[in-house]
């Protein structure tokens, strides 16, 4: 398009000489049709596409298409091994030999991931040094179940590659020794993933910050058996920002106390996240003296109350999301609820597990927590309809919804027809008194809301830790049978209270509910309210 006869002409003459056609005039006027196909078959239209141009498509897709792509010429094979920044391999001991080889075509690796099969031997020490020398621009390494890596060969490899942004490993056999080695030799290094670490024994050195304590900004500490000895770590890292401390044996309130006192309101951090730890509401009261706290997650920790909670809510203003994991012990409820409601305006996620949440909470943060987009409500017994109706009625900037082994029933889920205006998608799982048939209803009434329910599961177990994973009746007989429902309804206490409800928050009566399971109240089983 817009292109002068010259450019064509320009194009078929690079055509010709790049296959080599090499014809008198008379022949190409005779054969000038099967040349043209010829050259249109062979032709090879990204020969123009500057490498870079070809580096930067190749950066769009995902690791089997760049593998396939490689394989379409000796040009493009030569591209991809100079624009790949990362690179996964299989860590097993065969693959030493092949190491060279590898390195000399990914020459531009920055990002590098090591896997071992729990069964296989992984590389050693001098697989990793080798690998060092030839990535010396390397910014990230992870490493999973390398269990013949020594600290001897982490301390070389911290010599080599002291750019180095972020380490991760997991399920590795070496210690104290070469975590301190990478600490003190990669000053840059912002971010220590630290996964079942086996090296680190009773009465290891500590581990310090060395060289990074003004670079480091994250981290995570899981399934640890002496954590404590990160304690300097974590203390002494002037700048960090996220920390994340799971499943990690000892008591750690002292480290958060330490954390707390250490630099008042300038502390740096902004997400904390405490699961199956030994720590009470001393560690939250010394969690409180952080002001810049965007995201908290206090998970399955037993010791920790209400009173914990409300100290960080007072101080902690900038709060964004919080997870809350009670483990049904009834110590974080309404008086938690109520204090976020009252101090943290900017909540955009709630999440609730195992929390005996009532009306009076849920009301008060959709009434104050105006900018909450992300809900969800797990394995809490005092959650059902009417605390439903209160969401549907309040949460106006609510997006994303998920009720998981909650008493709610279809009179719950009918009220999100019409609250929620930005709703765009529900997630209801294991709640008993829920039907398939009001799934269907609703993505009826609300076609552009995303409505997943696993009705069929009505087994009613509920695992706070997990993380997510008919037709209508039409005519009169659903005429009839929503008739019967509201005659069923009228006749007990809690659904008095549910239409006191829907008064209130000037929602419509029940009508168009689906039939389902409403018919057993037709034949007439007197069980209205042990669905509600």
């Known amino acids: 398009m817009g292109q002068s006869p010259s450019v064509y002409l320009d194009r078929d003459h690079y055509a010709s000489d790049r296959f080599s056609y090499s014809s008198s005039p008379g022949n190409v006027s005779s054969d000038s049709g099967e040349l043209a196909k010829e050259i249109a078959v062979n032709l090879d239209y990204t020969g ?53 080889s590898i390195f000399t075509r990914f020459d531009s690796v920055t990002r590098l991931a090591l896997r071992c099969e ?30 013949e890596i020594t600290d001897c060969g982490m301390a070389k490899f911290a010599e080599n590659c002291k750019n180095l942004k972020k380490l991760s490993c997991g399920s590795c056999v070496f210690g104290a020794k070469a975590l301190n080695a990478v600490l003190n030799n990669c000053a840059n290094l ?68 330490m954390i707390g006192k250490q630099n008042g309101s300038s502390n740096s951090l902004m997400e904390i996240h405490l699961e199956r730890l030994q720590v009470s509401d001393l560690a939250l009261t010394a969690i409180s003296k952080c002001p ?86 797990c394995g809490s017994a005092t959650i059902g309809d009417p605390e439903l109706l209160c969401i549907a009625a309040k949460c106006v900037a609510l997006k994303k919804l998920c009720i998981k082994g909650c008493p709610i029933s279809d009179i719950g889920i009918e009220a999100l027809a019409w609250g929620c205006p930005n709703l765009v998608k529900i997630k209801v799982k294991k709640c008993i008194g829920v039907s398939g048939e009001i799934g269907e209803w609703l993505r009826e009434r609300r076609g552009s809301v995303v ?44 659904n008095g209270r549910l239409a006191s409800l829907r008064t209130k928050f000037a929602f419509p009566a029940v009508r168009n509910l689906v039939a389902c399971p409403f018919r057993r109240w037709s034949n007439g089983e007197d069980g209205s309210s042990h669905n509600l």
């Open 48 to 100: 123009e596409i500057p490498d870079e141009c070809l580096a930067y498509i190749f950066q769009f897709l995902d690791t089997g298409d760049r593998k396939r792509c490689s394989l379409v010429c000796k040009r493009w094979l030569r591209v991809d091994g100079q624009s790949r920044c990362r690179l996964s391999l299989n860590a097993q001991s065969e693959i030493v030999g092949s190491l060279p």
């Open 118 to 147: 729990r069964k296989s031997i992984s590389v050693s020490d001098d697989a990793l040094v080798l690998i060092s020398t030839r990535c010396r621009n390397l910014s990230r390494l992870k490493l999973r179940g390398c269990r």
């Open 190 to 257: 912002e971010e220590l993933s630290v996964k079942r670490l086996r090296g680190i024994q009773e009465g290891a050195e500590a581990i310090e910050p060395g060289a990074a304590a003004s670079s480091l900004q994250s981290i995570c500490l899981r399934d640890l058996i002496n954590g404590q000895s990160f304690e300097s770590l974590v203390v002494g890292s002037k700048k960090l920002k996220s920390l994340m401390i799971i499943r990690c044996l000892g008591n750690w309130n002292r480290v958060l106390e």
């Open 292 to 377: 810049n706290i965007e995201n908290l997650h206090v998970v399955k920790t037993p010791e920790c109350t209400n009173f914990g909670i409300v100290s960080v809510v007072e101080h902690c203003r900038l709060l964004k999301k919080l997870h809350i994991d009670g483990w049904r012990m009834n110590r974080i409820g309404d008086e938690s609820l109520i204090a976020v409601a009252k101090h943290c305006f900017n909540l955009q996620e709630l999440v609730l597990i195992g929390v005996n949440a009532t009306q009076e909470g849920l009301l008060a943060i959709a009434g104050n927590c105006l900018k909450l987009e992300r809900l969800a409500l």
């Open 451 to 494: 409505v997943i329910m696993d009705a069929s599961d009505i087994d009613g177990g509920f695992d706070a830790s997990g993380s997510d994973g008919g037709a209508h009746e039409s005519g009169t007989e659903f005429l009839q049978v929503v008739s019967q429902v509201n005659g069923a309804v009228a006749s007990t206490s809690n």
